[in-house]
């Protein structure tokens, strides 16, 4: 059959109702929409990623006092004049999970490239070279 709507339109009955197995038609409802939980905002990032290259070397000696570091995004000697005398902490995990930090201070750049040399409170381990430090944009000079 067709029903007869508001308006003279007529449209047959099984566009308006569902074909169910029951010979009862559902009620039409709203959907409702879940509200999502509102997304906290992030706080700005306050470090750079840098990974510890290598240390501070001649031909035949090396000098553990001092680190090589290359800051990510930074590529001329100009750029790495921004981060002398910011903090500079290597993060690692001990056997029972702990997590420690040995903090540190960029010195000067080292060479055309980027790479600024920086001084640990007590010298990085060799198992660091490689790995990632974080450098912390502070303290500001701006």
């Known amino acids: 059959g067709r029903l007869?709507?508001?308006g003279g339109l007529s449209f047959p009955s099984s566009v308006i109702m569902s074909s169910s197995s029951s010979a009862a038609a559902k009620p039409v409802t709203k959907k409702t929409v879940k509200k999502t939980a509102s997304k906290k905002k992030s706080s700005p990032r306050l470090f750079v990623n840098a990974t510890h290259v290598?240390?501070?070397r001649s031909r035949h000696r090396t000098y553990h006092h001092t680190s090589l570091i290359k800051l990510e995004g930074v590529s001329s000697k100009h750029q790495a004049?921004?981060?002398v005398g910011k903090r500079i902490a290597y993060i690692y995990r001990v056997p029972s999970k702990e997590t420690?930090?040995?903090?540190g201070t960029i010195t000067r750049p080292h060479?055309?490239?980027g790479t600024v040399r920086a001084k640990f409170a007590t010298n990085l381990p060799a198992a660091s070279l490689g790995h990632a430090l974080r450098v912390m944009l502070?303290?500001?000079k701006i």
Request: proline share 5%; glycine share 10%; net charge positive.
């Open 100 to 103: 420690r930090a040995i903090w």
């Open 138 to 140: 502070y303290p500001s």
């Open 54 to 56: 290598s240390f501070k």
């Open 4 to 6: 007869l709507l508001g």
């Open 111 to 113: 060479g055309n490239a």
């Open 81 to 83: 004049d921004f981060y």
